[in-house]
């Protein structure tokens, strides 16, 4: 079996993990960016990082005189799930908080999602036809599917805004983007300062 612990932070001579205080320094990422994994939508961290303006995104790396990569310019992280679905990101955006001290969240979901062409109902039966497995009460029918845009958008912000893994100086967005014309049209925000005083 091959050992690859050379490659942990953990392991590394001098690294000390109780007093490790994040990567910012390396790569300093503002924004976390939650979007479908359709190649269609790829587009999606590049119109928020535009949207946003202070943004650099794709960025480059970070080089030492060795040629170790040692950071990155990039601000804007993405990451991608079915549906670009707020339920899935959880573990994510708790810990990129802990690794990068970010401070925005954002959620898009795209136009002729796959996530469109199915109720709850029907994935759950479906599921039960072709694998003999009920997933009903596994999650909330609300993250099964996408029925309305503009309600499925802020559901999941509203599902981070409410989750105790999402820490409350995070702002949080909700976007729609359309994947012919590229147009980003921003559906709700809730500033970290409203969080806070909820």
């Known amino acids: 079996m091959t050992n690859f612990s050379q490659f942990e932070f953990r392991n590394l001579p001098g690294f000390d993990q109780n007093t490790f205080d994040g990567f910012d320094k390396a790569i300093p990422m503002k924004t976390l960016v939650i979007y479908c994994f359709d190649p269609r939508a ?3 961290p590049k119109a928020v990082a535009d949207h946003l303006g202070d943004e650099v995104y794709p960025g480059e ?4 005189e060795n040629g170790v990569r040692i950071g990155h310019t990039r601000t804007l992280f993405a990451l991608s799930n ?18 990068f001290h970010y401070q925005n969240v954002v959620i898009v979901h795209h136009s ?9 109902e029907l994935l ?17 029918h609300e993250d099964m599917a996408i029925e309305d845009y503009e309600k499925t958008i802020k ?3 509203d599902l981070l805004d409410h989750s105790p893994l999402v820490p409350k100086h995070l702002n949080l967005y909700g976007f729609f983007y359309e994947i012919n014309s590229g147009e980003l049209t921003e559906v709700v925000r ?5 969080r806070s005083a909820s």
């Open 112 to 120: 002729f999602c796959g996530m469109t062409s199915y109720t709850p």
């Open 61 to 64: 790396n970070i080089t030492d």
């Open 42 to 44: 790829a587009e999606i």
């Open 190 to 194: 809730v500033p970290a300062s409203e």
């Open 155 to 157: 559901h999941d912000v």
């Open 124 to 140: 759950i039966e479906k599921f039960h036809t072709h694998h003999h497995t009920d997933i009903s009460g596994l999650w909330d």
């Open 82 to 99: 079915g549906g670009g679905r707020a339920l899935q990101s959880l573990q994510s955006i708790a810990t990129m908080d802990y690794l």
